[in-house]
């Protein structure tokens, strides 16, 4: 019998600066096959990128603060607060901001085997 792996525990300190897209801070704490781990930070007033994680689906728990959500082709937004889970298709071109007053913090699990962020150039036109 193979010996398992110990438990592991990362530390505020030791999350890993990646993925970047403007507007947003994301850490990862672990990633190995299939599934990546972290955090995502949006100051007071900012707005991201638009952006896609390929063929992951992202599901986030929003610890503080507002996570504001715009999607390609829909009008309007969708805001999830502190408590609240959001998830997040693979290919969906989408932008988050921060509409609050303190920084929003998310954690992230992302599972798939694509890119972990694709950045899009512009803002892609609502659906007629």
Request: glycine share 10%; with cysteine.
């Amino acid at each position: 019998m193979e010996k398992p792996e110990p438990v592991r525990v990362v530390r505020e300190d030791e999350l890993l600066a990646t993925d970047p897209t403007s507007g947003m801070a994301r850490r990862r704490a672990f990633e190995v096959p299939g599934l990546w781990a972290g955090q995502v930070v949006t100051e007071p007033g900012a707005v991201s990128g638009w952006h896609h994680h390929d063929t992951n689906v992202s599901m986030l728990y929003v610890v503080r603060g507002v996570l504001r959500l715009e999607c390609e082709g829909v009008e309007g937004w969708v805001d999830a607060v502190a408590g609240d889970y959001v998830r997040v298709p693979a290919f969906t071109v989408h932008r988050e901001s921060n509409p609050g007053r303190e920084p929003s913090l998310a954690v992230i699990a992302r599972s798939g085997e694509g890119v972990p962020t694709v950045n899009v150039s512009q803002a892609p036109p609502p659906h007629a």
